[in-house]
């Protein structure tokens, strides 16, 4: 049984071996040959920062390592007609005062696997040409002697798009910070901005807060939030980018005590630029704050009404703070009221409170993902209503209570659930329902 025992291990090893390296396993069987390893189109954004861009292109020579590659790099304008044929473009070849090939000849050792080629793009000068986005550089790779090129694998055509010199934010244009009812003092919220070239300048730049923005973001969005109390929030970091350094991260500092509850939010512009542009498209960014509420304690609801419910699985069960317990749409003769969708369930408050947000746990067995969409209503009267909040945990699972928030913060001392959509057929329950909100005044 040793022996067997090791014999394996030696043809493991062997196997082990064979296979080690199997995308390398023809440098060493096959003839030579050199190709570009990103043969095909390489499309390069130039970002005119006013100095040249340089573009390298690796080549690879394959098979038994023992012989010397002469090779050179032709511009071919015959390979332009090609490209437009395959492509549906009507492509010109790139002027040759627009850029520069470097060696264009080059000779890789006999043991030399890799070498590059490099051509260099005058940036600043294509930029003002009117068809600058037209170009199109067919690059031919051909080789001298014994080693070969692949002819599957050497063309290369460069298609250069200039952009400007832009910085920005480099995260969403919206931000939402959610800050727990345990948290106390100040809050941090990064904001990336960067430029997405290799920076060599000191750069300047304003990040402010922008009123205007906020506005037009309320009037996109439907909602209606406001800045908060002056003294709460504060810019912090160097409003500059390092040479040699693409970003730099400032920080949004919220203080909580001073906030007050509910959503707010804080719009920031980029401006001002030292050197270069600001990116449009990544000029603002508005980050939305919800202060969470207090929980409304169960001993202030009371179930109003409700379409129906299964058995002993009634209603109150899911204000009841017994996460064992649970309501139940009715699905047969025992219970009451309705056995389809929507199933609506009305909650009075002892005090008209001013909600931001709803909690809810789902089962915890083999049905858990029963629950799956409706929405939430608040009303000061029970019949006129104001949507609040809607939920949808899609087709997958869940544990533990799952948030919903209020895009704005609704006042009002009715609560109604509907629900109107299932996982399982017309099958829906729920555990226990919370609310988070501010007493009004």
Same mark, same amino acid.
């Given at each position: 049984?040793?022996?067997?025992?090791?014999?394996?291990?030696?043809?493991?090893?062997?196997?082990?071996?064979?296979?080690?390296?199997?995308?390398?396993?023809?440098?060493?069987?096959?003839?030579?040959?050199?190709?570009?390893?990103?043969?095909?189109?390489?499309?390069?954004?130039?970002?005119?920062?006013?100095?040249?861009?340089?573009?390298?292109?690796?080549? %690879? #020579?394959?098979? !038994? =390592? $023992?012989?010397?590659? &002469?090779?050179?790099?032709?511009?071919?304008?015959? *390979?332009?007609?090609?490209?437009?044929?395959?492509?549906?473009?009507?492509?010109?070849?790139?002027?040759?005062?627009?850029?520069?090939?470097?060696?264009?000849?080059?000779?890789?050792?006999?043991?030399?696997?890799?070498?590059?080629?490099?051509?260099? %793009? #005058?940036?600043? !000068? =294509? $930029?003002?040409?009117? &068809?600058?986005?037209?170009?199109?550089?067919?690059? *031919?790779?051909?080789?001298?002697?014994?080693?070969?090129?692949?002819?599957?694998?050497?063309?290369?055509?460069?298609?250069?798009?200039?952009?400007?010199?832009?910085?920005?934010?480099?995260?969403?244009?919206?931000?939402?910070?959610?800050?727990?009812?345990?948290?106390?003092?100040?809050?941090?919220?990064?904001?990336?901005?960067?430029?997405?070239?290799?920076?060599?300048?000191?750069?300047?730049?304003?990040?402010?807060?922008?009123?205007?923005?906020?506005?037009?973001?309320?009037?996109?969005?439907?909602?209606?939030?406001?800045?908060?109390?002056?003294?709460?929030?504060?810019?912090?970091?160097?409003?500059?980018?390092?040479?040699?350094?693409?970003?730099?991260?400032?920080?949004?500092?919220?203080?909580?005590?001073?906030?007050?509850?509910?959503?707010?939010?804080?719009?920031?512009?980029?401006?001002?630029?030292?050197?270069?542009?600001?990116?449009?498209?990544?000029?603002?960014?508005?980050?939305?704050?919800?202060?969470?509420?207090?929980?409304?304690?169960?001993?202030?609801?009371?179930?109003?009404?409700?379409?129906?419910?299964?058995?002993?699985?009634?209603?109150?069960?899911?204000?009841?703070?017994?996460?064992?317990?649970?309501?139940?749409?009715?699905?047969?003769?025992?219970?009451?009221?309705?056995?389809?969708?929507?199933?609506?369930?009305?909650?009075?408050?002892?005090?008209?409170?001013?909600?931001?947000?709803?909690?809810?746990?789902?089962?915890?067995?083999?049905?858990?993902?029963?629950?799956?969409?409706?929405?939430?209503?608040?009303?000061?009267?029970?019949?006129?209503?104001?949507?609040?909040?809607?939920?949808?945990?899609?087709?997958?699972?869940?544990?533990?209570?799952?948030?919903?928030?209020?895009?704005?913060?609704?006042?009002?001392?009715?609560?109604?659930?509907?629900?109107?959509?299932?996982?399982?057929?017309?099958?829906?329950?729920?555990?226990?329902?919370?609310?988070?909100?501010?007493?009004?005044?």
């Amino acid at each position: 049984m040793k022996r067997i025992y090791n014999i394996g291990w030696i043809i493991s090893g062997i196997l082990l071996l064979a296979g080690c390296d199997i995308s390398n396993r023809d440098n060493n069987l096959s003839e030579s040959l050199v190709y570009f390893i990103n043969e095909g189109e390489n499309n390069i954004v130039l970002y005119n920062t006013g100095e040249d861009f340089t573009y390298t292109m690796p080549i %690879f #020579k394959s098979g !038994l =390592l $023992n012989k010397e590659a &002469n090779v050179e790099l032709l511009v071919n304008s015959k *390979l332009i007609e090609q490209y437009n044929k395959e492509n549906k473009t009507t492509s010109e070849l790139l002027p040759a005062e627009y850029y520069q090939i470097v060696k264009s000849k080059q000779t890789m050792d006999p043991s030399q696997q890799k070498a590059n080629f490099q051509v260099v %793009f #005058k940036t600043s !000068l =294509l $930029n003002e040409n009117p &068809n600058r986005d037209r170009f199109i550089l067919p690059l *031919l790779l051909t080789s001298e002697g014994e080693v070969e090129i692949n002819q599957n694998k050497n063309i290369v055509y460069i298609a250069p798009v200039v952009k400007p010199a832009t910085l920005g934010f480099n995260c969403e244009k919206t931000l939402q910070t959610v800050i727990p009812t345990t948290a106390t003092g100040k809050i941090e919220v990064e904001l990336p901005i960067g430029t997405p070239f290799d920076n060599k300048w000191n750069i300047d730049f304003t990040a402010s807060f922008d009123q205007a923005l906020l506005d037009r973001w309320n009037e996109e969005n439907g909602v209606d939030y406001h800045m908060p109390v002056e003294g709460s929030y504060e810019l912090v970091g160097d409003q500059k980018l390092v040479a040699g350094k693409n970003s730099q991260t400032l920080k949004l500092v919220i203080d909580k005590d001073k906030l007050g509850y509910g959503w707010f939010a804080v719009p920031i512009r980029l401006s001002n630029p030292s050197k270069f542009e600001i990116d449009e498209e990544r000029s603002t960014c508005v980050v939305t704050i919800l202060n969470r509420m207090e929980e409304i304690p169960h001993s202030l609801w009371a179930v109003e009404s409700y379409s129906g419910y299964h058995g002993t699985e009634v209603p109150k069960n899911m204000i009841d703070d017994n996460e064992s317990t649970r309501w139940h749409i009715r699905w047969n003769s025992t219970g009451a009221g309705t056995t389809t969708l929507p199933q609506t369930l009305v909650f009075k408050l002892s005090a008209t409170y001013k909600i931001s947000e709803f909690e809810i746990l789902r089962r915890n067995d083999q049905y858990n993902t029963d629950l799956k969409g409706g929405y939430f209503e608040v009303s000061m009267d029970n019949i006129n209503w104001t949507r609040a909040a809607t939920f949808d945990f899609g087709t997958g699972k869940s544990t533990g209570y799952v948030s919903f928030y209020c895009p704005t913060a609704v006042t009002g001392k009715y609560i109604k659930m509907v629900i109107t959509e299932s996982n399982r057929g017309t099958q829906v329950s729920v555990h226990e329902l919370k609310a988070h909100g501010e007493l009004s005044k």
